[in-house]
């Protein structure tokens, strides 16, 4: 009949078993039973158990089960005695069938288990449950990569409530990198999420977490442009530019966005805020950085004026009279002590110390 087993408690079915049955004992010769739905002879039964003055536990059953109960109760106005006899009918049979039933969740698992397991397992299961049971606990553990397409396919008002669910540190994160236009439309959404009800709260988040699981799991983190731009990072500025080169007549498209996720020495003016340059100069090592400075004369030197006028008077006549001491250095040995403060300002990045400005299109 569909109705869930655990709408009442065991103690309670054998109880009720009897005054249902007695309760609905009815001659029917003239009259044929109505045919009823599944849904709708789980809401006879309940409205039976109501009558009786006993609560069938509804409370139990997920959000959108307790308004669908609720539409049938409301749909069947009345029924007659006979078709009332036929459904406690099958339903008591159901229940004499009945040889166990087991929790429907872990959760319930959990409570039913509780005074038998040690608190280490007891907690991790607990935890278990409650990850599992709440789709937005799934949801709100993925990371931004992941949740970043959904702010470009769902509507404003979903992923509003999705933004109103995350932490502030994530949400933020997540209207950083939309464009300007899409990024005010959702923080003014997020305005109008005062009325809405936590049973759609629950549904949107059921939703977002299919969406999720349906989502492939890539093998690699980054894409493919950001791969091919982190090999190129590392490689000698001539062997870069004559890759590049290549790239362009193969895939104009992948090019262009190889060329943004590069973040060469070159790149520093342009990428760096002026506030983080003081950071990056204590994360590299004295040496490496003269050297860097002096490869930068010669190969970039915006990036070597930039970092200069962007530290104390004091430091910067230091550094640039030691980048000019040294004279010009060899080629590899340049390129090695640039890229070591590229991946200084990496590093930084990566600890949440600095944010790396976007690159110009």
């Known amino acids: 009949m569909g109705v869930r087993q655990d709408i009442f408690s065991d103690g309670d079915a054998v109880t009720l078993e009897g005054r249902v049955a007695r309760d609905a004992r009815v001659t029917a010769r003239d009259v044929t039973p109505a045919r009823l739905t599944s849904r709708q002879k789980a809401a006879v039964i309940v409205r039976l158990l109501l009558g009786q003055g006993v609560s069938p536990g509804v409370r139990k059953l997920p959000a959108d089960h307790q308004m669908r109960l609720a539409r049938a109760i409301s749909d069947l106005k009345h029924i007659d005695r006979a078709t009332l006899s036929e459904v406690v009918r099958d339903f008591t049979r159901q229940i004499d069938n009945l040889a166990l039933s087991f929790p429907d969740t872990l959760s319930e698992t959990v409570d039913l288990l509780a005074p038998h397991l040690a608190d280490g397992p007891l907690d991790t299961l607990r935890m278990e449950a409650e990850m599992g049971d709440?789709?937005?606990?799934?949801?709100?553990?993925?990371?931004?990569?992941?949740?970043?397409?959904?702010?470009?396919?769902?509507?404003?008002?979903?992923?509003?409530?999705?933004?109103?669910?995350l932490s502030v540190a994530k949400a933020a994160a997540l209207l950083a990198d939309l464009p300007e236009e899409r990024a005010q439309v959702l923080a003014h959404t997020v305005a109008l999420t005062e009325t809405v009800t936590p049973d759609l709260v629950a549904r949107i988040g059921g939703h977002l977490a299919q969406v999720l699981d349906a989502l492939p799991v890539t093998a690699f983190q980054a894409s493919a442009a950001e791969r091919v731009g982190a090999i190129l990072n590392s490689t000698p500025q001539a062997a870069r530019d004559k890759m590049l080169e290549g790239l362009e007549g193969r895939d104009t498209v992948f090019a262009g966005e190889v060329r943004k996720s590069i973040f060469a020495f070159i790149h520093i003016p342009a990428r760096v805020d002026p506030a983080d340059v003081p950071l990056v100069i204590?994360?590299?090592?004295?040496?490496?950085?003269?050297?860097?400075?002096?490869?930068?004369?010669?190969?970039?030197?915006?990036?070597?004026?930039?970092?200069?006028?962007?530290?104390?008077?004091?430091?910067?006549?230091?550094?640039?009279?030691?980048?000019?001491?040294?004279?010009?250095?060899?080629?590899?040995?340049?390129?090695v002590a640039m890229a070591e403060v590229v991946s200084a300002i990496r590093a930084l990045e990566a600890e949440g110390e600095i944010k790396l400005l976007a690159p110009e299109d």
Do not use: H, Y
């Open 134 to 165: 709440d789709p937005w606990s799934r949801v709100s553990r993925q990371d931004i990569d992941r949740l970043r397409p959904l702010l470009e396919s769902e509507s404003a008002e979903v992923c509003a409530v999705l933004l109103s669910k």
């Open 282 to 335: 204590r994360k590299v090592d004295g040496d490496t950085m003269s050297l860097a400075l002096a490869a930068g004369l010669v190969a970039a030197p915006m990036s070597v004026e930039f970092i200069l006028e962007n530290i104390s008077k004091r430091l910067a006549e230091q550094l640039r009279d030691e980048a000019e001491t040294r004279g010009t250095p060899k080629p590899e040995d340049g390129e």
